[in-house]
């Protein structure tokens, strides 16, 4: 839940008790919803409406002013609104499509769709930052925006377009790169994912050629965020972790699971600065001026070189850019002696904001920012009276009603973007809320402090560290909590179903009868639902390490990195299975698809992988053949922008509770009964200390091949998913020097192949496995718990049992 407060850090009843003041309200959201619309056309589509709607425009205006007709009463009383929003839509469709023409110019998407290999000049836009997980052995992928300057191609023509690029950079050079930089670099370009600004990816193939410093603001800016990262050095991970991106939306240090927290708890705006750190810092400094008695335009000015400074120092994100917009709008009224008039304020900002870059109107955190603030300017000055008029304190109402409006505006979207409804949300930021402001005060303190007395920074970061600390415990226990989020539909389906139940459940809850009605049945649901819960917890299990799916007649294996977030191995036969297989594990992020050879029943679901998720990288095996299914999956991936990494054995790759190698095939095989099915990538797995052998389709020779190369204690494994479905064509030999306690086998409902073995199932259980299979029990999962391996069959766990 973005938490934003108004400008200075109060709820603001912007009307006083009347209406609020939406003229400017149509302008914003017309603006705002064509430019979205606009970033998913070219530039003649995304105009076409803007000329429409000055055409419309213009009539109406000449209709309310009695040059054509005479207008009625509703024409003018609505008439001039009308006229709001289609200015609103030629203001949005004619600057995305002005800076469509940019990111669609000819030359460069020359270059794009050829994927040359180019040298460009570029100027750095944004910190440039890591992407979480990796290939062991390789530096992380670090992904910097830029401003495209000029780019050569291979034939030594020059192109010069101010596009937008975003660069892939493996070499350690990228990382101390400040804003403003200007540096050339070579590389490959490729397509972006689209849906933005953005021209080109350019995939970097060496370190950047720096072309002189960038600005003295900027290198100030890197001084004190590296100060900040210093001081925080000595603390604990988590807060020390956390506490540089509370301050300065630095995460680089934020540890996976913290993260992962934040978000089940709907508290990622603190993990990035927002509004509120805007609010917290400004206001402080309007309470500094008031003690000193400084005028209205004294504490302005005073007020206004704060806010500069500050978004100078965090970059200036969209939810930053959009607070510190409202916020200058508030000085000006407040130099000027005037009250700030806040909605009109925030739609302003928006207008402006979305005209000079239309590219926020598709970012997912200017959206719940703007949200919050329209939340807390609307919703929560009501809910506060209301509160107050029944007897509650003022201080608790205003408490009470800051996190449940911004939480309820922005709702739709989360539920959106994560498939997701957070009933814990509006208690974990009301828990928080006393420790924000004193953490933030005192990590500026820290940072402001730091190129000048480093031990000072540092105390101030001791300090600052337990606020930070008890964010972490409530954002820890709150995603533990039973029933803490519930399943929603996803995309943009699933947002506009919510906000259309959180519109009539307003407009109802205006009814006494209604809100009685409302509040019985939702206690009547926590007190029926939270006991289930507690007793079932439902799937995925806790403290599950590998999960097998049934997606018919093939393979999907998940290893759990955090929560929400999994490595994922083959993608089953149909991507429905696969989409649903993964909703149902709660994965909304996969660092690594691993595929482990090319026929359907492993590639056919890729597109159901990518549904709704990110997906990082994608490493495949080196053997090209089925052509279909290599296909299937190189066009899903850059359609989404994701690299494609062929492997072989010695491939390693960490994330989060995941430790992977390759170990086989040791070498190419052919002439073999299946070669694509031997050549399947042979995974060894580590998750959280179970050791699990994962096999693809390797069939005898590749077993055999993998076993004759390995020492006996490297194949030996706790779980094995056993290759080809349970077919014949195991090598006993493998089997018996892995020695598994748990035996998985996915495989389809009445397939007609013979799958699985009887006698290959009777050989793992006289072993001493556990054997399950996917075609009976459906979802299997294994568990580690404190009494070593359980397996949970079916999504429920009805027949625990111990191997």
């Given at each position: 839940?973005?938490?934003?407060?108004?400008?200075?850090?109060?709820?603001?009843?912007?009307?006083?008790?009347?209406?609020?003041?939406?003229?400017?309200?149509?302008?914003?959201?017309?603006?705002?919803?064509?430019?979205?619309?606009?970033?998913?056309?070219?530039?003649?589509?995304?105009?076409?409406?803007?000329?429409?709607?000055?055409?419309?425009?213009?009539?109406?205006?000449?209709?309310?002013?009695?040059?054509?007709?005479?207008?009625?009463?509703?024409?003018?009383?609505?008439?001039?609104?009308?006229?709001?929003?289609?200015?609103?839509?030629?203001?949005?469709?004619?600057?995305?499509?002005?800076?469509?023409?940019?990111?669609?110019?000819?030359?460069?998407?020359?270059?794009?769709?050829?994927?040359?290999?180019?040298?460009?000049?570029?100027?750095?836009?944004?910190?440039?930052r890591p992407v979480r997980g990796g290939i062991v052995g390789r530096p992380p992928t670090l992904l910097v925006r830029t401003k495209l300057v000029s780019v050569t191609g291979p034939a030594e023509q020059r192109v010069t377009v101010p596009a937008r690029v975003l660069v892939l950079a493996d070499d350690p050079a990228w990382r101390h790169l400040l804003p403003g930089q200007r540096l050339t670099a070579a590389g490959?370009?490729?397509?972006?994912?689209?849906?933005?600004?953005?021209?080109?990816?350019?995939?970097?193939?060496?370190?950047?050629?720096?072309?002189?410093?960038?600005?003295?603001?900027?290198?100030?800016?890197?001084?004190?965020?590296?100060?900040?990262?210093?001081?925080?050095?000595?603390?604990?991970?988590?807060?020390?972790?956390?506490?540089?991106?509370?301050?300065?939306?630095?995460?680089?240090r934020l540890p996976e699971e913290v993260e992962?927290?934040?978000?089940?708890?709907?508290?990622?705006?603190?993990?990035?600065?927002?509004?509120?750190?805007?609010?917290?810092?400004?206001?402080?400094?309007?309470?500094?001026?008031?003690?000193?008695?400084?005028?209205?335009?004294?504490?302005?000015?005073?007020?206004?070189?704060?806010?500069?400074?500050?978004?100078?120092?965090?970059?200036?994100?969209?939810?930053?850019?959009?607070?510190?917009?409202?916020g200058a709008i508030g000085l000006a009224a407040l130099a000027a002696g005037r009250p700030r008039a806040a909605v009109p304020a925030l739609a302003a900002a928006v207008a402006v904001l979305v005209l000079v870059d239309p590219d926020l109107a598709g970012d997912a955190g200017f959206a719940l920012s703007v949200l919050a603030t329209g939340g807390l300017l609307l919703l929560a000055p009501r809910w506060r009276d209301g509160l107050r008029r029944r007897g509650v304190p003022p201080g608790a109402a205003e408490a009470l009603a800051v996190p449940a409006a911004a939480q309820l505006a922005c709702s739709p979207v989360i539920a959106g973007l994560s498939g997701t409804i957070s009933l814990v949300a509006v208690p974990a930021n009301l828990l928080v809320v006393p420790a924000i402001a004193p953490a933030t005060v005192l990590g500026v303190l820290s940072a402001t402090v730091s190129p000048i007395w480093p031990f000072g920074a540092e105390v101030a970061a001791w300090l600052a560290h337990w606020p930070a600390w008890w964010l972490v415990l409530v954002a820890r226990y709150g995603?533990?909590?039973?029933?803490?989020?519930?399943?929603?539909?996803?995309?943009?389906?699933?947002?506009?179903l919510l906000a259309g139940l959180t519109v009539a459940l307003l407009v109802a809850v205006r009814r006494p009868v209604v809100r009685r009605l409302v509040a019985v049945g939702t206690?009547?649901?926590?007190?029926?639902?939270?006991?289930?819960?507690v007793i079932a917890p439902g799937w995925p299990p806790k403290g599950w390490v590998i999960a097998v799916c049934a997606v018919g007649q093939g393979d999907t294996v998940v290893l759990p990195v955090a929560p929400g977030r999994a490595v994922v191995v083959d993608a089953g036969p149909d991507p429905q299975a696969a989409d649903a297989c993964l909703r149902r594990l709660d994965v909304r992020r996969v660092p690594l698809?691993?595929?482990?050879?090319?026929?359907?029943?492993?590639?056919?679901?890729?597109?159901?992988?990518?549904?709704?998720?990110?997906?990082?990288?994608?490493?495949?095996?080196?053997?090209?053949?089925?052509?279909?299914?290599?296909?299937?999956?190189?066009?899903?991936?850059?359609?989404?922008?994701?690299?494609?990494?062929?492997?072989?054995?010695?491939?390693?790759?960490q994330a989060g509770a995941v430790d992977l190698v390759v170990v086989g095939p040791?070498?190419?095989?052919?002439?073999?009964?299946?070669?694509?099915?031997?050549?399947?990538?042979?995974?060894?797995?580590?998750?959280?200390?179970?050791?699990?052998?994962?096999?693809?389709?390797?069939?005898?020779?590749?077993?055999?091949?993998?076993?004759?190369?390995?020492?006996?204690?490297?194949?030996?494994?706790?779980?094995?998913?056993?290759?080809?479905?349970?077919?014949?064509?195991?090598?006993?030999?493998?089997?018996?020097?892995?020695?598994?306690?748990?035996?998985?086998?996915?495989?389809?409902?009445?397939?007609?192949?013979?799958?699985?073995?009887?006698?290959?199932?009777?050989?793992?259980?006289?072993?001493?496995?556990?054997?399950?299979?996917?075609?009976?029990?459906?979802?299997?999962?294994?568990?580690?718990d404190g009494a070593g391996l359980a397996v949970v069959p079916g999504g429920v766990d009805l027949s625990r049992s111990r191997p």
């Open positions: 839940m973005p938490g934003s407060t108004g400008p200075f850090g109060a709820i603001v009843d912007p009307s006083g008790g009347q209406p609020p003041d939406l003229r400017l309200a149509g302008l914003a959201v017309a603006a705002w919803l064509t430019a979205l619309a606009g970033l998913h056309l070219d530039a003649r589509r995304a105009l076409l409406p803007a000329v429409v709607a000055a055409g419309l425009a213009g009539l109406a205006a000449l209709h309310l002013l009695g040059f054509v007709g005479r207008p009625g009463t509703v024409a003018r009383r609505y008439g001039w609104i009308v006229v709001a929003v289609l200015i609103g839509v030629v203001c949005g469709g004619a600057a995305t499509s002005a800076r469509l023409a940019v990111r669609d110019t000819e030359p460069l998407r020359a270059l794009v769709e050829d994927r040359a290999q180019v040298t460009a000049e570029l100027v750095v836009r944004d910190d440039p490959k370009l490729t397509a972006p994912r689209g849906g933005d600004l953005t021209g080109a990816v350019l995939l970097a193939s060496g370190p950047p050629d720096r072309l002189g410093e960038p600005s003295a603001l900027q290198r100030a800016a890197g001084r004190l965020r590296v100060g900040l990262q210093q001081a925080c050095a000595p603390l604990p991970d988590e807060p020390g972790g956390l506490l540089p991106g509370l301050v300065v939306g630095d995460t680089s992962e927290d934040f978000r089940a708890t709907g508290m990622t705006h603190l993990n990035a600065v927002s509004g509120s750190n805007v609010a917290i810092v400004v206001g402080a400094v309007l309470l500094l001026a008031r003690w000193a008695r400084a005028g209205p335009g004294l504490a302005a000015v005073l007020c206004g070189v704060a806010l500069v400074g500050f978004v100078i120092l965090v970059r200036p994100s969209p939810s930053v850019v959009r607070a510190a917009t409202m995603a533990r909590l039973p029933m803490g989020n519930l399943p929603w539909p996803g995309g943009v389906t699933g947002a506009l206690v009547a649901v926590v007190l029926g639902a939270v006991p289930v819960r698809l691993v595929v482990s050879h090319f026929h359907v029943d492993h590639t056919g679901g890729v597109a159901g992988v990518f549904r709704g998720r990110q997906v990082d990288l994608v490493s495949t095996p080196q053997w090209p053949e089925p052509a279909t299914g290599r296909q299937q999956i190189h066009d899903a991936a850059e359609g989404r922008g994701t690299p494609v990494v062929p492997v072989a054995a010695g491939w390693r790759y040791p070498y190419p095989m052919r002439g073999t009964r299946s070669d694509p099915n031997n050549n399947s990538l042979m995974l060894f797995a580590t998750v959280a200390g179970v050791r699990i052998m994962l096999t693809g389709d390797a069939e005898t020779e590749e077993q055999q091949a993998v076993r004759e190369q390995l020492p006996a204690h490297r194949l030996r494994a706790d779980v094995l998913k056993v290759a080809h479905h349970g077919s014949a064509y195991q090598d006993p030999g493998f089997l018996d020097a892995i020695a598994a306690r748990v035996a998985l086998v996915p495989v389809g409902a009445g397939n007609t192949y013979g799958h699985p073995n009887d006698a290959v199932l009777a050989r793992l259980a006289r072993g001493g496995a556990r054997v399950l299979r996917t075609d009976l029990e459906g979802d299997v999962a294994v568990v580690r």
